[in-house]
């Protein structure tokens, strides 16, 4: 069974770009989160997905940030535009379970903005 | 607001001994609690789970306490390996509302086990 993937592995922008990551969860689970460790400081929720639904999105920072799911399989996250404060590492996680502490993480995408 | 934290951002060990990580939490109505391991370069990796109602639980040469007096979660691991080495968080939900599945994690801790 394949993992969840994300893509890409590194980012690299300008602040004021914008940037699209992009999370594969595994194949079935109905929810996928988001969350993101920024440098120095602990991974922290930014939002829920149950299939295509935003279930909870309150650890969105900000207005520059939009997650998608349309079709309830993959999910993307923009950001835009790119601030230097973005700088980090963005985990998405799936779960068959709703609620399950026994979330799926992918490698994550590490986001450098300059 | 909720938070998780650990006592102590790194613990190193000899390849055999037992290792012991702690965490604390404020939430007391957090009623699910989780251990995560991440090595480099990967995404957390779950280990082990404990529901509130119970104050130990056992898993393959981990066991983790909960100790809800005191607000105290540990991690111990049997054994430790150099394969053991990581960045180990506890993480906690609570459930109710909307936002149950969403993890509160701690800063971590990292383990290094030398052989």
């Known amino acids: 069974e394949a993992g969840v993937t994300q893509f890409p592995s590194h980012s690299v922008i300008e602040k004021g770009q914008t940037v699209t990551l992009r999370c594969d969860p595994i194949?079935?689970?109905?929810?996928l989160y988001w969350y993101r460790r920024v440098m120095g400081k602990e991974i922290k929720f930014l939002l829920h997905?149950?299939?295509?639904?935003?279930?909870?999105e309150s650890g969105m920072p900000n207005n520059r940030f939009l997650a998608e799911r349309t079709g309830g399989t993959y999910s993307t996250l923009k950001v835009q535009p790119a601030e230097l404060e973005d700088s980090g590492v963005y985990f998405c996680?799936?779960?068959?379970?709703?609620?399950?502490?026994?979330?799926?993480f992918g490698p994550g995408t590490r986001l450098t903005v300059t | 607001g909720e938070s998780v934290g650990l006592h102590l951002p790194t613990l190193s060990v000899q390849e055999g001994d037992n290792s012991i990580i702690n965490c604390a939490y404020s939430?007391?109505?957090?009623?699910?609690f989780i251990w995560y391991k991440q090595e480099s370069g990967k995404g957390p990796q779950f280990i082990i789970d404990?529901?509130?109602?119970?104050d130990k639980r056992q898993g393959q040469r981990v066991t983790v306490l909960l100790n809800k007096t005191v607000k105290h979660l540990s991690l111990q691991i049997a054994a430790t390996q150099p394969g053991d080495s990581a960045v180990y968080f506890c993480?906690?939900?609570?459930?109710?509302?909307?936002?149950?599945?969403?993890?509160?994690f701690g800063q971590g801790t990292i383990l290094t086990v030398h052989p």
């Open positions: 404990i529901r509130s109602n119970m």
């Open positions: 997905f149950v299939k295509e639904s935003k279930q909870d």
């Open positions: 194949s079935g689970h109905d929810n």
């Open positions: 939430n007391s109505a957090s009623d699910y």
């Open positions: 996680a799936s779960s068959q379970v709703y609620g399950g502490g026994e979330q799926y």
């Open positions: 993480a906690e939900i609570n459930a109710g509302g909307t936002s149950y599945g969403k993890l509160t």
